[in-house]
């Protein structure tokens, strides 16, 4: 596999779509196995069971990226999407070795490596491996939101829901300018915690304030409202939604107005 800097951007923008399919790079691999989560992390200096680890950016940080005490004990492991199919395995086992032969060579930024060793270990079901890989990523750009992302689609599949809005939020923290990012995160709270009014609230709150009135902002803004039974705010948002949309097909927003209006 060519490490470009496309893939990398697939692997944390869209998750519904565009981290399955980097996830479908990933297999398991005969990489040496990383650190437990919450040892300590390397410098540039130092290496860690075989792998050079990168040295931390000027802002400091100090992970492993904290497990939300609301989230109880983490069961690191789930079955992974490749598991079982021995082709992808052998597959997958190239191409981990392939990244970490490319670590500390300068070629690639050894954030997007250990973004892509995680996503691989991620598809394989080996949780502990992935939350170490995405943690040397956030060693080595704690402000870049990619890892944080990633972080938090992994940490959801774990089941550890609390962890993952907290990484979603921090991804969004270091890079309010991207969109996708506060999608996601929106997307996920509405979602998995419906009812948490003052959350959702505060990240509707977030997006408005760095990007304004948005119609794929609005369109999950209206589900969540329709969602919880507020009819008359739903119908609003896929008003203005519309009106943000000219020149594209918006017979599918008549319909949900047309069945929206139909239930107050």
Known sequence: MQVTKRHWVAA??????????????SYRAKAPAPA??????????????????????????????????ADGTVSWTFKGMYAGNDTLVSQANADIAHL????????YDDYDLYNGIANDYASLGEGQ????????????????GLAYANLAHLLAQLGAYYTAADAYAKAVAVEPGMLAYHLERLTY???????????ITAAFAAVTEQF?????VLAIKARWLSENGRYADAIAAWERAKQLSPGKDTSSIDIEIARLTAKQ
């Open 12 to 25: 944390g923008i869209g998750f519904a779509v565009a981290v399955l399919a980097f996830f479908a790079w």
């Open 36 to 69: 437990l989560p919450g040892s300590t992390l390397g410098t540039a200096s130092s290496t860690e069971d075989g792998v050079p680890v990168a040295a931390t950016t000027a802002a400091a940080y100090t992970g492993p990226f904290p497990i939300n005490a």
């Open 100 to 107: 970490i032969g490319l670590i500390g060579k300068g070629e």
């Open 129 to 144: 491996a992935a939350y170490q890989y995405y943690d040397r990523s956030l060693q080595v750009h704690p402000d870049k």
């Open 189 to 199: 709270l509405t979602q998995q915690f419906p009812t948490d009014n003052a959350r």
């Open 212 to 216: 304004g009135d948005t119609a794929s």
